[in-house]
């Protein structure tokens, strides 16, 4: 219980103290760009209403999640068959160092040429960034598989798909997962940039619409939606990742302690 506790206190005290720092810092402002957070929080209920959400931040999380699940399956299926071959690797890997050098930014005029400016562009743009790190994290997940158990597994005869899902995959799985983690953040970003160059909806939209209006107070709730939704996105994440990951972790726990 001591534990919890003390988990739940270094959780929790570092945005008290930041929040308690922009509040005094804050109050007291008369610049119309930087108003007091006491401000933006009365705004809030009366921005993000129940027909807002809906309207704008269930649209933006399914552009989101669709772009992230797209580049989750390319990445780590292409990732898969690149590190397992290498002479596919000798011949993937310029091509790749040369598109992962590309800011995904850079690319949605381009994608807009033949996606449109629907939702379709909006997870392709996601799907564009997201799938590099989990893509080269699978890569070096699945060359790292040790080789003592690769030839033990062919000895017993485990191969093909049960190879692949119990051993490969499963070695590689830690790695996959931190490339899902940083592919996540990417995401976020990604979802609004797509929003504020091309859209009706979402709330990168928004934010930009209020941005022009100078309802500023209004713009820094925008904000605070995105902070509090990557917090919440990364706690779902850990959640499935600790249920996903037990074995690794309990590996690695009992490791520590002996």
């Known amino acids: 219980m001591g534990r919890l506790l003390l988990k739940l206190f270094f959780a929790v005290a570092l945005p008290v103290v930041l929040v308690a720092v922009w509040w005094a810092a804050s109050d007291g402002s008369k610049d119309p760009f930087w108003p007091p957070l006491r401000t933006i929080l009365d705004t809030f209920p009366d921005v993000w209403t129940a027909d807002r959400l809906r309207t704008d ?3 933006s999380l399914l ?4 772009g992230y699940a797209t580049a989750a399956v390319a990445g780590v299926a292409l990732g898969t068959v690149i590190g397992s071959y290498r002479r596919v690797r000798a011949v993937c890997e310029p ?28 997870i392709v743009v996601i799907a564009s960034g997201c799938v590099w790190p989990i893509l080269l994290n699978t890569v070096e997940g699945v060359r790292a598989v040790d080789s003592v158990m690769l030839e033990t597994a062919r000895s017993y005869g485990v191969t093909g798909a049960a190879r692949l899902r119990h051993l490969v995959l ?9 490339g899902l983690r940083q592919a996540l953040s990417i995401g976020i970003i990604l979802m609004v940039i797509s929003e504020m160059f091309a859209a009706n909806n979402g709330i990168g939209f928004t934010v ?45 726990d009992t490791t520590r302690r002996s």
Do not use: C
């Open 170 to 178: 499963r070695s590689a799985s830690p790695q996959i997962f931190a």
């Open 95 to 122: 091509v790749l160092e040369f598109l992962r050098a590309v800011p995904p930014p850079v690319l949605v005029p381009v994608i807009m040429l033949f996606a449109g400016i629907g939702d379709t562009m909006k």
């Open 63 to 66: 552009r989101l999640l669709g």
């Open 208 to 252: 930009v619409q209020f941005q022009r209006s100078f309802a500023i107070p209004d713009m820094w709730t925008g904000i605070l939606v995105l902070g509090l939704l990557g917090f919440l996105l990364s706690v779902v994440f850990r959640l499935v990742e600790r249920r996903v990951l037990g074995w690794y972790h309990g590996l690695r």
């Open 57 to 59: 931040v269930v649209p």
